[in-house]
């Protein structure tokens, strides 16, 4: 099955800090998406984004699927940012395939 | 914006018991999906289901669970006998076209098992 490497494991910031948050896929992907999980474990979705570019506010992703890779941007960074971050490509099964996670911690 | 939910939002059971999780797809949706997390882990599938039967499932879907849509909004996963190792946060997800549209997650149950 497709692999998914997420980078950094984990990543500490000062309050206003910029971070670029990696997902390396294996294999050619119908879509992906980018997640937060807040701290009553619930996956809260930032972004579906198979190709190109989109941005939410102080958030924005990117992925360029021929090179099977995604990145999300957090920018001016808060503490209400801190929690995990997923990658999760989907295939022609429809099933989602998780990374590790990116363990935010954002202090203020 | 459309929204799946899940109950309960935790359960407590003794091991050996059978645990019934339950969940309500968006309405239009087609293709539905369990997922768990077992603490400080990652989120790994175990079960896409689709057109009233599984079309996937994973190592982990072994003969202890099952799926079933009993109506035509409920989706729900049974536990025959739990496990101190079911333990985790189990999710619902469903899809309107497979693969080619956002997957929306539910809130997830917290399963403990005792």
């Known amino acids: 099955g497709i692999q998914v490497e997420q980078s950094p494991p984990d990543l500490i910031l000062q309050e206003g800090a910029n971070s670029t948050l990696r997902c390396n896929f294996s294999d050619s992907v119908n879509n992906l998406q980018w997640f937060h999980q807040n701290p009553w474990g619930q996956l809260i979705n930032l972004f579906y984004?198979?190709?190109g570019t989109k941005q939410n506010g102080r958030l924005s992703a990117t992925t360029v699927a021929t090179e099977r890779y995604s990145l999300l941007y957090i920018s001016s960074s808060q503490t209400t940012d801190s929690g995990v971050y997923f990658c999760?490509?989907?295939?022609?099964?429809?099933?989602?395939?998780f990374g590790d996670g990116t363990t935010l911690t954002v202090k203020p | 914006e459309p929204e799946v939910t899940q109950t309960p939002s935790h359960q407590v059971t003794q091991m050996g018991q059978e645990v019934i999780l339950r969940c309500v797809p968006i309405s239009n949706h087609l293709y539905f999906y369990w997922y768990r997390q077992i603490l400080g882990q990652k989120v790994e599938f175990l079960v896409s289901f689709y057109n009233n039967e599984i079309s996937e499932k994973s190592e982990i879907f072994d003969d202890q669970f099952s799926v079933e849509r009993p109506d035509g909004s409920n989706f729900t996963l049974k536990i025959r006998s739990t496990k101190l190792e079911d333990s985790a946060m189990y999710f619902c997800a469903s899809i309107g076209r497979e693969g080619r549209d956002t997957q929306y997650f539910g809130p997830g149950t917290r399963l403990t098992v005792l």
């Open positions: 984004i198979p190709s």
């Open positions: 999760a490509p989907n295939t022609n099964a429809g099933k989602s395939t």
